[in-house]
């Protein structure tokens, strides 16, 4: 079992950058495949990115390739999305999710473990 929470949230201009940070407890942080996603107003929850176990290997929507990345630092049990180029078309809530023991994966099925979301507002 693991505990998600995020938090870096916020209102933003469009050009501007913010850093979605995913705080994790319980179980072997390095042990879960990491992952953020986004649902956006009047839309399903869809993939952003994803990380493998040790960091190694990634993956981010092609929407936000150049602009997204996504990190995480197993000593502190914190998953990072850094935003750059922000547009208004990523306004959305923004979620964590882990899956245990297995490899990256864009599906929302896919991962057991969710944080609450916050909130990004992109103003034009």
């Known amino acids: 079992q693991v505990q998600l929470v995020e938090s870096g949230g916020g209102l933003v201009q469009a050009g501007g950058s913010l850093r979605l940070s995913c705080a994790a407890s319980?179980?072997?942080?390095?042990?879960?495949?990491m992952a953020w996603f986004r649902r956006a107003p009047g839309k399903n929850r869809g993939f952003v990115a994803t990380?493998?176990?040790?960091?190694?290997?990634?993956r981010v929507v092609d929407s936000v390739k150049g602009r997204f990345t996504i990190s995480r630092d197993n000593a502190k049990n914190t998953l990072y999305l850094q935003m750059n180029s922000l547009k208004p078309e990523d306004t959305a809530v923004y979620y964590c999710?882990?899956?245990?023991?297995?490899?990256?994966?864009?599906?929302?099925?896919?991962?057991?473990?969710w944080g609450q979301g916050t909130q990004v507002t992109v103003s034009s």
């Open positions: 999710a882990a899956k245990y023991l297995s490899s990256i994966s864009d599906a929302v099925g896919g991962y057991d473990y």
């Open positions: 319980g179980r072997t942080f390095s042990w879960y495949t």
């Open positions: 990380i493998s176990g040790t960091g190694g290997t990634t």
